[in-house]
Structure formats: C-alpha cells, structure tokens
C-alpha cells in the first residue's frame, strides 16, 4: 500500500512532479494560514518553516498574534514534572497570552524528491497502522524502582528538590549502600565535561583559572561537593546537624574566599536560603544544588558563557523548540533553557531547578556512553555530547537578542521574543556538540541514507538500554539531527561486543531527553506522563500522537517501568516517516524492505532485539575479538 511502482520510471517520476506540484500548493497553503508573516512569499515560506505542527485544528481557530505560535495538541505544563518533582507555589498564575505548544510536530512531507502520498493514500496508510494491534508487553513491575513511589503532589505543591533526593535517600536505604554514588562520582569525574566555574561579577578575578589548571582540581571539588551531597541525602538528622554548622560557618566569613571555598559554599547552601526558593529547614534548595551539580559558585552572565566559544558578534541561531533557543556558538551549539521564573514562555510554565538537574544528569549519564577505551561494554557516539552546562543569570545580551531576531526575521519565530525576560531571569546553558539539521528539514539523498540512519538510531538505542535501561520516548523527527561527513562506519560496543555500522557519510545525532527514562544505577529518573494528559490527545492519525498513546498502552501508564519496547515504538514511527514523510530516491523494493522491517519491528520487545533484525545485517560488521 502506497508503494511507487519501480519499473516505469519516467511514468513514476511524472507522477511524482505532478503529486508534488499538488502538495507543495496544498503545504503552503497550511502553512501560509499557520503564519502571521503575511508578507513572505509562500515560497519563502514553504522553504524556511521548519515547524510543522500546523496539523492541530486548533492552530487555526487562534486568532492575533498566538496565532503565529507553535501550537499542537499542546502538553500542559502546568502539570508537567518528574513524579518526584511537584511545581511550586512560588509559580504565579498568569494568564495565558500565548498559547502554550509543544514541539514534536506532526509531519508534513517535504524535500526534493517528494513522493508525497496522497492525503487517502495516507489516511488509509495510518488506517493500517493503527489496525496494528500492540503486542501484549511481557509483564513489568508496574512500581519498579529503585525508591519507593513518592506521594504524586497536585499541581501547585511546592517546589523541593528534597522529595527526588528523598527517593534517592529511600533507595540507597533500600539497597543498603552508604558510599558515595558510583555513578555520580563517575559523571562528575568525566573528562568531556570540563566543569570549571565560570565566575560571575560577585568573584575576585584573580580566582579566575584556565580549563588545564582547574580541570583536576574542579574534579575533585565536584567529587568533595558530591560527597558532600551523598553525606547529606544519606541522613536527615545529619542534614539537621550540617544546616546548623554550615549556617555558623557561613555566617563566621567563610564565603567568597576562593573558588575552592566557593564550591564548598554552594554546596552548604544546599541546606540555606538562596534566592530563588524560601528556605525551609526540612528542604534542600534545588537552585544551590543545581549550581553545585554544574560546578558553580553562583549563575554566570549569558555573554561570559558565550564569549567562551566565539565572538559574540558571530553567535547565530540556528533552532528552537518549546523550552530552548539554540544558538551556534564556533562549532557547538548553546541552547538556552529559561528556569524558575514566574513569566510564562512561549506558553509554558518554565522549568524547575530540579526537573534541570535530572536533565543534567541524564545528559551527563549519556556522555559516559562515549567512552570507548577499556573494557566498555557499552559505548556509542550517538547521542549528542554535552561538552558544558551553565547556570545563567540576567536578561539576554545584545548579542542574542540581534541573532534572536535574525533568526526570527528569516524563519518566523514561534517563541516569544527574549527581550521580555527580565533580569532576575535564570537559565541553564547546554554547551552542546553540534549535531546538524534535524531531521525533519534534512534531506535524505536516498535509500542508504535512510537505512544508515536507521541502524544507527536503533544501535544507540540498543546501547543505552542495555547500559541504562534507557528510554527516549519522544524521538520524533525534530530529535535526530544529521550531517553529511566523510566517514564509512560507526563503531559501537554492545553488551561486550564491538560493532561497526555502515554510516554512507551520515552522521546521526539524537537529542532532548526531557522525556526520557534512565537508571543510573543509583536512581531512575523518569517524567510521570501520567500528569500529562494533553499528551496523549494528539490528532488521531497523526503517526507521533499514536506513538504517544502506544507508550501508554506499553507502560500501562506506569512511566518509572522499564519498557524497551518504547524505543521500539519510536523505530517503527522513524520508519513510518521514513515512507510517507521524507523524500529520497528509492525503488519498490526498498519500499518493501522498509515495510517487512516494520512489520518485525512489530514483534520486539527492545531496540536490543531490533538491532539484530535481517535488515541491518548488511550494515553491520562484528569486530572478531
Ligand atoms: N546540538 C544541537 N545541534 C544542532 N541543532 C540543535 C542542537 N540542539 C538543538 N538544536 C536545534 O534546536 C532545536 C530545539 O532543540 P530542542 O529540541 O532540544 O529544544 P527543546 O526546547 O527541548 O524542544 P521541545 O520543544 O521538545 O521541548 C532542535 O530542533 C534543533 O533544530
């Protein structure tokens, strides 16, 4: 169904200039009404939109200016969080000028080689698909976890970092562990993630250190403050005594005399007031511990964090999505994540401290994956590095706002312009590899190129759940980036064993693990979708809506489970795209290999599984040990 015919080719290429010609008219059409920049020509228009949430019947009905905002079947946020991790009280109702989005935008065909099917063809297609019924998931302990299930808090309880810990604290009980966490320790001691403070204005410039001379001894400072942090999730009363001895010595001076100290300090404020949150005796403030967790005394300035990679006048744009502005800074991409603030963001309540620091940690968790040396079991490239993570403080600099604005005059921005923070505003700063263009503005040349990107988004899948349990959960096609290089293969370790995939020159990235589900070994962390009913209200049809509810199905709503069979949701929705959405040279019979792979992919329980089907063993070489 919906396959081109592969022998007459002149016919098939006709057929598909003329479907194209009629899609493009209907695609720019859609977008042309989603766009308040009327002045753009459709083609401008048709080329430059990457957003393709147009899909959702609301979009339309909005009226002013929320109507040129990225809206679908939009994940409130205001129930938005990890289990563990309630929003505060400290949020200030406002109301809603914007509408609130969500990215994972449905698909809309585009590209060169479009061989769009026709919107029956497509609707039958997705009929087909939906007529796929899941397989029943071999049973799962629906309460697994390391900790005991924290009580889920209403919407507006307050925000403390202390009930995440306090499950930390339950499991490491639970499993009778009392030393420092492993896997912290081995997440702060990375040496991808060069961790030296940046130093805000409050700071004697003569503690200012370059990255060779600190990186040691910020290791150390981050293992002191980790052990640090292990002593006081290991025992309340100890918190108790620690708040009181800390509270003596901050007060006695001991602040402000060195970056060492410094350090030390943030991690004593962990039990005091900060500014961002009230302090109360029986919680921990997320802010001093997400400062500590990236290594800082106290938020950095944007431009100071910027001016570390490039000029500031060369900082360009180049993406967004519903909670960061991603700027290329040199050859790395900043993405600037607005925290803790009561202004809504682009719609959105912005995140908590404590939903940044888990993604800190799962980010970190993923860099471990890139070590290849030794006796790894684990090990692949594929998921974006995180060179650096900064807390920032202030509105945003010139320098941003001009390449903001760039970006926006050229693209149509769907995000709310920066200038409306204010300068209290805090963010997080990923300091991120760049990965390319994602995927649903890339186009793909042809067959090998899909089935190079397929194996290795299914590899690196397979690598993280088989070291992590990991699950990404929301891999649509705005979280895998691609670029075009000149290498042949990709190696990887899989449970012990050293692989090779044929790449053809594609490099894959996969991004945004906000949804995602890992076990470090010392704790799960997971997003309770469970508050997130938005999510699964998702067109019906739309392939990454279905997805969505499928991973309930699977889960059976119980997202702190282990269910690799999520990973292999998102593969059989990659290939849907790669079928109906993408466009790229290709016969009937690579059709039907794309078909029969999916049909398998049915069949598995895990990416681990997926990996090993007849369709990638042509792309993969065994390394003989
Ligand atoms: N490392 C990177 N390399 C290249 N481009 C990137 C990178 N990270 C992000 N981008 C670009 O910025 C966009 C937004 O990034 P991302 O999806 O991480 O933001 P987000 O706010 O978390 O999205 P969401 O709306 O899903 O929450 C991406 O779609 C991509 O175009």
């Not at 309880?157 to 966490?181: D, F, V």
């Not at 997805?547 to 282990?562: F, I, L, P």
Request: hydrophobic share 35%; with cysteine; charged share 25%.
């Amino acid at each position: 169904m919906g396959s081109k015919p592969g022998g007459n080719s002149s016919d098939l290429w006709a057929e598909i200039v003329a479907t194209e010609n009629q899609q493009q008219k209907q695609q720019v059409e859609v977008i042309y009404r989603r766009r308040r920049r009327t002045q753009k020509t459709p083609q401008d228009v048709d080329l430059k939109q990457p957003s393709l949430s147009s899909r959702n019947g609301n979009r339309m009905s909005l009226a002013g200016e929320a109507a040129n905002k990225r809206v679908s079947w939009n994940r409130s946020l205001s129930t938005r969080g990890r289990t563990s991790i309630a929003v505060g009280t400290c949020v200030v109702y406002q109301p809603q000028g914007k509408q609130a989005r969500r990215k994972g935008k449905p698909a809309l065909p585009k590209g060169k080689f479009v061989q769009p099917p026709t919107f029956e063809k497509e609707r039958a297609y997705f009929q087909e698909v939906d007529d796929f019924e899941l397989l029943e998931e071999s049973p799962s302990p629906k309460n697994f976890s390391t900790w005991a299930m924290g009580t889920q808090t209403n919407n507006i309880a307050i925000p403390h970092l202390s009930s995440r810990l306090e499950k930390w604290l339950i499991s490491r009980k639970l499993n009778h562990t009392c030393g420092p966490s492993s896997t912290l320790s081995k997440i702060l001691e990375t040496p991808a993630m060069p961790l030296e403070p940046i130093c805000g204005n409050d700071l004697n410039p003569s503690n200012l250190r370059t990255p060779e001379k600190s990186s040691m001894k910020t290791n150390s400072q981050l293992l002191a403050v980790h052990s640090r942090l292990c002593s006081i999730l290991v025992d309340k009363d100890a918190l108790e005594r620690d708040h009181n001895s800390q509270y003596r010595n901050l007060v006695s001076g001991s602040e402000g005399q060195g970056c060492c100290e410094d350090l030390e300090v943030a991690v004593k404020k962990l039990s005091l007031a900060s500014t961002s949150v009230c302090f109360d005796s029986d919680q921990l403030d997320p802010f001093a511990a997400l400062l500590a967790v990236c290594g800082q005394p106290s938020p950095s300035k944007l431009k100071d964090v910027f001016s570390k990679y490039c000029e500031l006048g060369n900082i360009v744009k180049i993406g967004e999505g519903t909670y960061g502005e991603a700027f290329k800074a040199s050859n790395y991409v900043c993405k600037i994540v607005p925290i803790d603030g009561d202004l809504r963001v682009n719609g959105e309540v912005q995140k908590r401290s404590e939903e940044l620091i888990e993604e800190v940690i799962l980010s970190r968790t993923l860099n471990c994956l890139r070590e290849c040396d030794g006796d790894v079991c684990n090990s692949c490239t594929t998921f974006i590095e995180t060179i650096d993570l900064k807390v920032c403080q202030g509105s945003y600099d010139s320098a941003l706002i001009k390449a903001w604005e760039d970006w926006d005059e050229n693209n149509g921005s769907e995000n709310d312009h920066p200038k409306e923070f204010p300068e209290k505003q805090c963010y997080v700063v990923f300091v991120l590899e760049h990965g390319g263009k994602d995927l649903e503005s890339f186009i793909l040349l042809n067959f090998d190129e899909a089935r190079s990107l397929l194996v290795q988004v299914t590899a690196a899948l397979a690598v993280a759940e088989a070291a992590y349990e990991f699950e990404h959960r929301d891999l649509h096609w705005g979280n895998i980036l691609l670029r075009r290089n000149d290498s042949e293969t990709l190696q990887f370790i899989l449970e012990g064993k050293h692989m090779s995939a044929r790449t053809f020159g594609l490099s894959i990235s996969i991004i945004d693990f906000t949804l995602s589900r890992i076990n470090t070994g010392e704790e799960i962390l997971f997003l309770d979708l469970s508050s997130d009913p938005d999510l699964f209200n998702g067109p019906k049809g739309d392939r990454q809506s279905e997805t969505y509810r499928k991973m309930k199905e699977v889960t059976d709503d119980c997202w702190d489970g282990s269910f690799p069979r999520t990973n292999v949701l998102w593969l059989l929705y990659l290939v849907d795209i790669l079928l109906l959405k993408k466009s790229f040279e290709r016969n009937s019979k690579n059709e039907r290999d794309l078909r029969a792979l999916k049909k398998r992919l049915d069949k598995y329980q895990s990416a681990k599984e997926a990996i090993f089907d007849p369709f990638f063993s042509e792309l993969l070489i065994m390394a003989c040990e």
